[in-house]
């Protein structure tokens, strides 16, 4: 036996090597914290090698449980092959170059590497000292040296800048997003010094709080200036044969564009590369955790089986591996003058841990716990249960103290191994247990008490919400060529902005196409008549001829129908509000208290849903409220947030979910979430055994159960609630005929809150909300990074390498074959294909408890393909599957395309979708047309919401009806929804809708100076377009004020062209209501023209005549204000003054 332990661990000495062995589960992450604690004197730092990227990931955190007050780091991987030909993800690229600065500055107690990032070649030290800069307060600064500097850090130049690397100038504004920062800073320049630096919301770009230093890491991991490149290019033409301008490559970095893929040149920018050790203080300590050998060999015959598979490529000639990565022997060389400590978990002669024993739960045995209840009463150690969450360790209580066990709390390791308490419960993120022999501390975790372990809490990076403005509403991404409406004069093509100096200086005009020729040029500032057409194929919209009557006959058939719809829509209406409802009690402390226990920031959309919910539940009407949200926009918080309202009023809460997995993550996420209250949660799914599910029903009946999550199966006959209250039902669509009749039974009784998936946009949303309410959470819950999606050929290659990608970073991936009687064979294609996988099968046809089974394994990571049908389409949320790939994809529909892609991409990882079909030039025009479409929808941003809006305009035919769908392609769908929601008022007010008269009204108004955005200003033109079309929606001072505010935080001060935009839109608000048609500026008078029958008092125009010697009547429809001041303000002021007279 050896004379060391954990508790009181060897010193290495540097040079020497020494082999800790018997280390089980996490006892290897205690034994690295432990050695950092006990020789922090002598060890500056240490550097842990893992076999893979898993094992490094799985590192930090039981690091950072086991020692919280250690600077633990992680040095990501690139995510991308060996001579891949698409680059790491800029958010990769800041983590590692924020590492290397930390590691460089000292700030850095515990280093994880996975082996394949240890052995790159990377940039030398000095590299990172010398493109490293600082912007403090009050500094002086030149405008031209800033931006030389910004070029030579390799930052992008932007017209808005929303990602790490990126900047831009705009007068005495400078926005610039530093490479490893989790925010954008906006540095404020007054002449030439920095004024103020405040923090910004890269979403909104709105400032966040002020900071007195930014630090401005490079822009990427190699130089980008002229000398750099230069160099590039001359070592390239010394390394390479041949003619270098045949390679893109070659070309694209003489004209300062870095390629896709350039990382893999890197040694080229640099006299001499450094490795890893190069940024390691002398003293730093290895430890090996893992294979390490083994990861090195595999790693280097696969880079050089790469390297001999693409080498022959002309333009795109590689460099050696040895140029780019340390070989075998060099690795081990570098690493022997350090103290080097080598992991194992083989018992060696002296183990300083042990294996737990046998202690799973046998659900089929009569005591469940009869494993671990042995283990406790053999064992003379302290035993520490670790809960994967809070809601886990509230279900383990219970099921414990259901088998007479009754743990204490704790709070952390140093809480655990303080206490004396002999069975103890807490959160650990620990993978698997072990025991601590001469400390005598055993912990145990969920994957030994359950054969199936529970899934990972997602380890996302939860980042800023991002507010997106109803896009279809801004004419954000507009592009030329693009169909709009006119509300007046039908549609027509927009061919962009265009200037016309109208006598007065330049003015910014829309300029539309009509048919036959004719054009028309419609002023910025009454953008609010143009609305987006959408209803049909862009490229066969209906073109109406300007003039011709035939834009007035289909608005007068659009009219008939809509009034018909308005008027069902308030019968319905009516008929629920003489309906009463159930009014929840609320107290104000507890929710605020289960809401704070939400780990993520609410998005405006999200808060806004909720509170519409709780307004509902606690008015005493019946609920009906409807929320629409993309995949994982966080929908089920807001029904979260409603069950514990119920609940605490004291009724029960049922939750239909349309599938069995759905159902069991629901549960899983109910009880996580509903873990520190007195609540009992059941499921009732096809997951439950017959007693199991007897036993809920039983409890259901009785009203001892508050929760009950379940499929169909919660609609049987034998369910009869002792007190509902509450019914929550997820994607109704999906339910069957039967089930839904059921549900309309159902919603006679109870509050009914349905969540959806389905894009309903938020126009429609308003129109309809006479019938349902609606609640669209239209905001990304968080900054996930696009997912990079390809249209491939299904070719054994094309398998292999986007497969291993994912494999080779300790992802999942998904593999869609939607073909039950094939799916056996595909499995057996795939694992002779990559014999290192570990392949399971997932579809409809299996039993249950079979699916169940496979399902937990690929969850707890135990499988790393699931090979499927679209059984996984919705539900199933697994942060570690980042790849998918679609066999035959030319087989789906846009939406469950884009709904099968949402399975990936839901943690910080860089996501990958593979579209895979037998000939990519074979493809039907309108399968290309799909697919390139779901190419294009990679951001969760604007182009997603436009290129979804074939499917809002689906959803709108299934919730008006067929009839509608021809009405809304004939006069688009904004307009459409426009007029429904003019009807719906009308209606309401006793007023017969008139559908013919404009919807808004158009003041024309003439200021006498330009009233634009100027190009140096605001020079992006999507940028102007949206923003114009934002003022011209605004209906009152305060949604001005807001973009007015906007406007001078991104641009600076507003110049005179923008502050008459702003006062005309102004004058606008006010004169609609008072029907002024025309405010026209002459040479010293003011015209207000009004419309026939102006709705303003004649009595308060006389008033205002007679009280005021200036203004005058000219002719029976104007006033004339006479005796104008020069000034620009004072004269809005005036013109104001009189309109209030007669408001």
Partial sequence: MSDFSLSALPAVKPGSRFVFSGLQGAADALLLARYLEQHRATVPMLAVVCANAVDAQRLAEELRWFAPQARVKLLPDWETLPYDNFSPHQDLISERLATLHDLQNGACDILLVPASTALQRVAPPSFLAAYTFFFKKGEKLDEAALKAQFTLAGYEHVSAVMRPGEYSVRGGLIDLFPMGSPLPYRLDLFGDEIETIRSFDPDTQRSLYPVNEVRLLPGREFPMDEASRTAFRGRWREVFEGDPTRSPIYKDIGNGVPSAGIEYYLPLFFEE??????????????????????AVRRFWADTTQRYNFMRHDRERPLLQPSALYLDEEAFFVAAKPHARLVLRAEPGDAPLSLPLPNVAVNRRAEDPLVNLESFLMRSNCRVMICAESAGRRETLAQMLTASGLHPEGVADFADLMSGDAKFVLGVAPLYQGFILGDERVALITETELYAQTVRRAGRRKQEQATAVDSMVRDLAELKIGDPVVHSEHGIGRYQGLVSIDMGNGEEEFLHLDYDKGSKLYVPVHQLHVISRYSGADPETAPLHSLGSGQWEKAKRKAAQQIRDTAAELLNLYARRALRQGFAFPLTPEDYATFAESFGFEETPDQAAAIAAVIADMTSGKPMDRLVCGDVGFGKTEVALRAAFVAVMGGKQVAILAPTTLLAEQHYQTLVDRFADWPVRIAEISRFKNKKEIDAAIEAINAGTIDIVIGTHKLLSPDVKFDRLGLVIIDEEHRFGVRQKEALKTLRAEVDVLTLTATPIPRTLGMALEGLRDFSVIATAPQKRLAIKTFLRREEDGVLREAILRELKRGGQVY?????????????????????????????????????????????????????????????????????????????????????????????????????????????????????????????????????????????????????????????????????????????????????????????????????????????????????????????????????????????????????????????????????????????????????????????????????????????????????????????????????????
């Fill in 815 to 1143: 593999f869609l074959h939607n073909e039950v009687e094939t799916i056996e064979n595909k499995r057996a294609k795939l694992e002779e294909l990559i014999p290192e996988a570990r392949v399971v099968v997932a579809h409809g046809q299996m039993h249950e408890r079979e699916l169940e089974r496979v399902m937990r394994d690929f969850v707890a990571q135990r499988a790393n393909i699931l090979l499927c049908t679209t059984i996984i389409e919705t539900g199933i949320d697994v942060p570690t599957a980042n790849t998918i790939l679609i066999h035959r994809a030319d087989k789906f529909g846009l939406a469950q395309l884009h709904q099968l892609r949402g399975r990936v991409g839901r943690s910080h990882h860089q996501a990958y979708a593979y579209l895979l079909v037998h000939d990519v030039d074979g493809l039907t025009k309108q399968a290309q047309r799909r697919l390139e479409a779901i190419q294009q929808m990679e951001e969760l941003g604007a182009g997603f919401y436009l290129a979804m809006h074939d499917l809002e305009i689906r959803g709108a035919g299934e919730v008006l009806g067929d009839k509608q769908s021809g009405e809304i392609t004939e006069i688009g769908f904004q307009l459409y929804t426009d007029m429904l929601n003019q009807a719906v008022k009308s209606l309401k007010a006793g007023k017969e809708p008139d559908l013919m008269a404009p919807l808004a009204a158009t003041t024309e108004i003439n200021l006498g100076t330009p009233a634009l955005l100027p190009q140096d200003y605001c020079g992006d033109v999507q940028e102007r377009l949206s923003l114009y079309k934002r003022l011209a929606n605004c209906e009152s001072s305060e949604t001005i004020d807001n973009i007015q505010e906007e406007l001078i935080d991104r641009f600076g001060k507003l110049p005179p062209q923008a502050q008459s935009l702003i006062e005309t839109h102004r004058l606008r608000i006010a004169a609609a209501p008072l029907g002024i048609r025309k405010i026209d500026t002459g040479a010293n008078a003011v015209t207000l023209q009004f419309i026939p029958n102006p709705p303003v008092d004649a009595i308060k125009i006389i008033d205002l005549v007679q009280k005021n010697r200036q203004i005058k009547l000219a002719g029976q429809d104007r006033l004339r204000i006479e005796n104008i001041p020069a000034e620009f303000a004072a004269l809005t002021q005036t013109i104001r003054h009189a309109m209030r007279q007669l408001a």
């Fill in 273 to 294: 590369t450094a490795t890893l050790f190069d940024y390691l203080p002398g003293a730093t300590h290895l430890a090996f955790v893992g294979d390490i050998e083994g």
